[in-house]
């Protein structure tokens, strides 16, 4: 059973910049990819980006427009969302998940971290 723990978040000025992590613990495979979502209030929960474990690759949605990288190390079986250019509506909840292979199905979850920008 893989457990993720996202850490980091708190408090940030417009502009500025802030890096989350998401520490995976418990059994891993290689296969497996790793996606940061947000959820801002009153609003359902939007994909972020995703990068793979095995071959570091990531992508991420339009919206996110170069701020925000996603990388991980291995050694530490730990994620990473560095953010940038902060804005207000950055403001929410940041999750991280996993998923195997190529399964749509984001089947493990953390508990999340709360990000607040203000302005």
């Known amino acids: 059973q893989v457990r993720l723990v996202e850490s980091g978040g708190g408090l940030v000025q417009a502009g500025g910049s802030l890096r989350l992590s998401c520490a995976a613990s418990?059994?891993?495979?290689?296969?497996?990819?790793m996606g940061w979502f947000r959820q801002a209030p009153g609003k359902e929960r939007e994909f972020v980006g995703q990068?793979?474990?095995?071959?570091?690759?990531?992508n991420y949605a339009d919206w996110v427009k170069g701020r925000f990288t996603i990388s991980r190390v291995s050694a530490l079986n730990t994620v990473y969302l560095q953010m940038t250019a902060m804005q207000p509506e950055d403001t929410g909840v940041y999750y991280c998940?996993?998923?195997?292979?190529?399964?749509?199905?984001?089947?493990?979850w953390g508990q999340g971290t709360q990000v607040t920008v203000s302005s």
């Open positions: 998940a996993s998923r195997l292979g190529f399964s749509t199905n984001w089947s493990t």
């Open positions: 418990g059994r891993t495979a290689s296969s497996v990819t």
């Open positions: 990068i793979s474990w095995s071959t570091s690759r990531s």
